[in-house]
């Protein structure tokens, strides 16, 4: 089914692309037929190799592009510049591509609700027919070249609008009172549902995040959890506070048995009028959000997991206004155990024919997990970050946002 969805996608793009080949080139058929008539054409009217080649052709080789060599396309002649701006191609790469990436934030989250139905909607064809009827000055309904551009997490940064000068001002101060050792609450079912243990490997990992103080340094909040402190590139100390749902025995029944826990950080308030689940944290938790400059929320990531309402009404009780700023940054680390071997080689031969099966049959997409989680909705700023507990690749990547989020004035250098 998936193969056949794939299959007429392609088909849309190429057919809107031959509707404008044909409109732009009128003798464009005559020409891959008979590619003869090129050269017996004069060089200045004579379009170049890549403009006869059959459609579908073109389509491939545009498949096999990055974003920029496909920007760099555009740029060679006006044919060109007209066909990498096709809205369908566009969003056809975000179908495809988006299921890969790895990380996606407040900033880039792309609309959903554009990408819901069919590749060739109503309204795609209705632009479509208006362009083939000669209104070229019609817009289309939305412009997925530049939503592919902010979303992308290899181009996302350069295409960032430049902050208002008074959140410069406001980072600024921030980096002034913050404490030398910014606090950050992490909770979530990815602590205690998956295989590997995420804090164990984090507790044991000195070549990723030493830890700072020799084992656990008693900062604890009414018996919540434990602070544990950390060195991010050896430089910059920040504290961790675990929460979990439960204790131990609890936890490790559960995760044999694979089944949710009634997680004991929250009090249930019923239904709101939308029928949407209340919660409120405990008077311990409260405390713990007020004492905090961020959070970091660890969701579990592999197929068939996740309780989607119920996670954002968690998320939402402990980032309420009432226990501090809504400046206040969420990591959440979209977590999976690890990645067995013949998945690895699975997905290396998928990303060379730019085929997303394999990735999605191991893990969430980073988008999905923040569609299910209500991020958009949150004030807070927010990001989603893939990692593998068993190896933490990615982890530092949202370490860094985190810090950064949180006023700590990361050297360039180290940044990067």
Not at 91 to 97: N, S
Not at 111 to 121: D, E, H, T, V
Not at 160 to 181: D, K, M
Not at 194 to 201: E, F, P, Q, Y
């Amino acid at each position: 089914m998936e193969g056949n969805t794939r299959q007429f996608s392609e088909y849309a793009v190429i057919r809107s692309l031959r509707r404008f080949r044909d409109k732009y080139f009128s003798s464009a058929g005559k020409l891959e037929d008979d590619l003869t008539t090129v050269a017996d054409t004069d060089a200045e009217d004579m379009p170049c190799f890549l403009d006869v080649l059959p459609v579908n052709v073109q389509f491939l080789i545009m498949t096999l592009l990055s974003p920029p060599d496909i920007c760099r396309l555009g740029a060679t002649s006006c044919y060109w510049r007209d066909v990498v701006r096709d809205p369908l191609l566009w969003r056809y790469f975000l179908q495809r591509d988006m299921p890969q990436w790895s990380s996606i934030d407040h900033m880039s989250m792309p609309q959903l609700q554009y990408l819901a139905g069919p590749l060739c909607s109503e309204n795609d064809k209705i632009y479509l027919d208006e362009v083939e009827d000669g209104d070229q000055g019609k817009e289309p309904k939305h412009d997925y070249m530049a939503e592919y551009l902010k979303v992308c997490p290899a181009h996302r940064q350069r295409w960032r609008p430049l902050r208002p000068p008074y959140e410069a001002v406001a980072s600024f101060l921030q980096s002034l009172v913050l404490s030398s050792e910014p606090r950050y609450a992490m909770f979530g079912p990815g602590m205690e549902q998956l295989d590997v243990s995420l804090v164990t490997r984090l507790m044991h990992s000195p070549d990723i995040l030493p830890v700072a103080v020799a084992g656990i340094p008693p900062r604890q909040i009414n018996g919540i959890g434990s602070g544990i402190s950390f060195m991010y590139n050896n430089q910059y100390k920040f504290n961790i506070l675990t929460l979990y749902s439960t204790n131990r025995a609890e936890r490790e029944r559960a995760r044999v048995e694979q089944r949710n826990l009634s997680s004991k950080l929250f009090t249930f308030g019923g239904m709101d009028q939308s029928g949407y689940p209340v919660f409120s944290p405990t008077p311990q938790v409260q405390e713990v959000c007020q004492a905090v400059d961020g959070f970091i929320y660890v969701a579990n990531a592999e197929p068939g997991r996740g309780e989607g309402e119920l996670e954002g009404a968690q998320i939402q009780a402990m980032l309420s206004p009432a226990w501090g700023l809504s400046s206040r940054p969420l990591l959440v680390l979209s977590c999976v155990s690890r990645v067995e071997r013949d998945t690895v080689m699975a997905t290396s031969l998928a990303s060379s024919s730019t085929s997303t099966g394999p990735r999605a049959s191991w893990r969430t997409p980073c988008v999905e997990v923040a569609h299910r989680l209500g991020l958009p909705q949150l004030p807070n700023p927010w990001m989603v970050q893939d990692i593998v507990a068993e190896s933490l690749s990615g982890l530092l990547d949202g370490v860094s946002w985190l810090l950064k989020c949180s006023g700590v004035r990361l050297q360039q250098q180290l940044a990067d």
